[in-house]
C-alpha cells in the first residue's frame, strides 16, 4: 500500500511537472512518453530519499514540487522504519483461552478453595493463558483482573465509566487482589481463578462479586498480565478483555491438562484441546429466548465430604 501511494504520487508530480515545464511546448512535452516515465521514476527516487529533482531555477512550482519530493523521502523512511522496529519488538507473551469458563468452586485446581466450598453451589470464573515464547522461561509473574462498567452517576445522571477491582484466588486459596507464580514455563497453561460470588445458572452474567450486572452498559473483565523474562529481567505484559453478554464466557469445565515431565508440553494429555469444554460435562444445546439468556445448566455441586 506505501508503494502504491508513493507511486501515485510520483506520477502526479511528473505530470505536474511536466505541465509547468517551460522548455517546450505542451503537446511536445506528453508526447515523450520515454521522459515522462523517466520523469515518475526520478520522483520516485526522491520519495524515498535515494535521489533529487532539479527543479527550474525561476519557476515556482518546481520549486514547490521538488520540496514535497524532498519532505517526503525524508519523512518516509523513518516512518517506514518505526513501523518495522514496533513490529519486530512488540512481543505477545501469552496465548489467551477463547473463552472464560464457568464452574463449580468446588471443581477448581486450588486445593484449598475447593475444599473451603465442597458442597457449595458458588460458581468461579477460569482464565486460561500460557506462555507462547520459545526458549523464555517467565518469573514474578502476576495476574489480576478488574470489572468496568457504565452507570449513571449520582451526581447528574449521565453514564459515568467504573472499575471495580477483582478478587481472585490466591496460592493459598484465600481471595487476593492479584495471583503471584514464581515461574511459567514455556507452553504450559496456567489458569486465574475468579469468584463470581453466587451461584450461575444461565448466561449472561446477573452479578458478579456483589455488584449486580443487570442493567449496566459496556460490562466487561480486564484480566492483565506481567512478568518478567528468565535471564534478561525484560518486562513482559499482556490484557484480554472479556464480554461479559455470554460471547466470551460458556458454561462447564475446560480440558485439564496432565503434566508429564518426560515429555515435550505439546504432548501432554489435554494440551490440544486448549480452547474446548472437557467431555465429562458437556454443555447443552444453548438456547437464547427473548431475554438473550443461554440456559446452559451447570452440574449439580458435589456431595459434601463426610466429617
Not at 512518453?33 to 515518475?40: F, G, I, N, Q, V
Not at 519530493?69 to 525524508?74: L, P
Not at 513501523?83 to 469458563?101: E, Y
Not at 450461575?200 to 455488584?211: H, I, Y
Request: charged fraction near 20%; proline fraction near 8%; aromatic fraction near 6%.
Amino acid at each position: 500500500m506505501t508503494l502504491g501511494a508513493l507511486t501515485v504520487l510520483s506520477v502526479g508530480i511528473a505530470v505536474l511537472w511536466t505541465l509547468t515545464d517551460s522548455s517546450s511546448d505542451p503537446g511536445a512535452r506528453f508526447s515523450n512518453r520515454e521522459r515522462l516515465l523517466d520523469l515518475s521514476l526520478t520522483a520516485l527516487r526522491a520519495c524515498v530519499g535515494t535521489d533529487n529533482l532539479a527543479p527550474e531555477t525561476d519557476s515556482t512550482a518546481h520549486q514547490l514540487l521538488a520540496t514535497v519530493a524532498s519532505v517526503t523521502g525524508a519523512l518516509v523512511p523513518a516512518v517506514l522504519l518505526s513501523v518495522v522496529l514496533i513490529k519486530m519488538f512488540t512481543v505477545q507473551p501469552v496465548v489467551w483461552r477463547r473463552k472464560a469458563s464457568i464452574s463449580l468452586a468446588a471443581r477448581s485446581n486450588s486445593q484449598a478453595y475447593a475444599r473451603a466450598h465442597r458442597g457449595s453451589d458458588q460458581a468461579v470464573l477460569a482464565v486460561r493463558f500460557y506462555n507462547h515464547l520459545l526458549n523464555v522461561a517467565m518469573m514474578d509473574v502476576h495476574a489480576e483482573a478488574h470489572l468496568r462498567y457504565l452507570e449513571e452517576s449520582p451526581r447528574d445522571g449521565l453514564l459515568a465509566m467504573y472499575k471495580q477491582r477483582l478478587k481472585v484466588v490466591g496460592e493459598d486459596g484465600r481471595l487476593c487482589d492479584e495471583r503471584v507464580w514464581c515461574v511459567v514455563e514455556r507452553a504450559a497453561p496456567f489458569t486465574l481463578w475468579i469468584p463470581i460470588g453466587s451461584p450461575v445458572g444461565s448466561l449472561p452474567l446477573e452479578s458478579l462479586q456483589g455488584k449486580e450486572l443487570c442493567g449496566l452498559q459496556g460490562a466487561r473483565i480486564l484480566v492483565r498480565f506481567r512478568a518478567k523474562a528468565v535471564g534478561t529481567g525484560t518486562e513482559l505484559s499482556d490484557e484480554r478483555w472479556f464480554e461479559l453478554d455470554g460471547e466470551d464466557l460458556e458454561l462447564g469445565e475446560f480440558v485439564p491438562v496432565e503434566p508429564d515431565l518426560a515429555g515435550h508440553v505439546s504432548a501432554w494429555a489435554g494440551w490440544r484441546g486448549f480452547d474446548d469444554l472437557s467431555p465429562a460435562n458437556p454443555p447443552e444445546e444453548p438456547t437464547r429466548p427473548a431475554s438473550s439468556a443461554v440456559h446452559t445448566r451447570l452440574p449439580p455441586p458435589p456431595p459434601p465430604t463426610p466429617p
